[in-house]
C-alpha cells in the first residue's frame, strides 16, 4: 500500500509563501491521482486541488486559483503544493491524499497523510 508524508507547513505572514511537498512510498505503481485538502478548526475537510499522476493534469478548487500550483516528481513520487499570496483564510491543517486505480472507480480518497500546519497571519 501507499503511505504519505507532508512537509513543509509554517507561519508565514499574508501575502507571503510556502511549499508543501508530499512524499509517497510503498506500491507507488497503484496511484491513479493525488490531491491536497484542507481543514481549519471547527471546519470541514475543504478540497484544495489534484493532479492526475501520469498526465500531470491538475484542477483547483475555485478559492486557491491563480495562486496555489501542484506539481509532481514521477521520479521522486512526490507532489507539491505552491502557494503564493496567502491570505489569514488558507490557514488550516493542510493533507495530501492518493486515490488509487481501484478506489477511482469509487472517487474515493483512501490514502491520507498526517498533514502539516500552515498558519498566515494578519
Known amino acids: 500500500q501507499v503511505q504519505l508524508v507532508e512537509s513543509g507547513g509554517g507561519l508565514v505572514q499574508a501575502g507571503g509563501s510556502l511549499r508543501l511537498s508530499c512524499a509517497a512510498s510503498g506500491r507507488t505503481f497503484s496511484t491513479y491521482a493525488m490531491g491536497w485538502f484542507r481543514q481549519a478548526p471547527g471546519k470541514e475537510r475543504e478540497f484544495v486541488g489534484s493532479?492526475?499522476?501520469?498526465?500531470?493534469?491538475?484542477y483547483y478548487a475555485d478559492s486557491v486559483k491563480g495562486r496555489f500550483t501542484i506539481s509532481r516528481d514521477n521520479a521522486k513520487n512526490t507532489m507539491y503544493l505552491q502557494m503564493n499570496s496567502l491570505k489569514p483564510e488558507d490557514t488550516a491543517v493542510y493533507y495530501c491524499a492518493a486515490e488509487t486505480f481501484a478506489s477511482r472507480l469509487r472517487n474515493e480518497w483512501n490514502i491520507w497523510g498526517q498533514g502539516t500546519q500552515v498558519t498566515v497571519s494578519s
Open positions: 493532479i492526475n499522476w501520469s498526465a500531470g493534469s491538475t
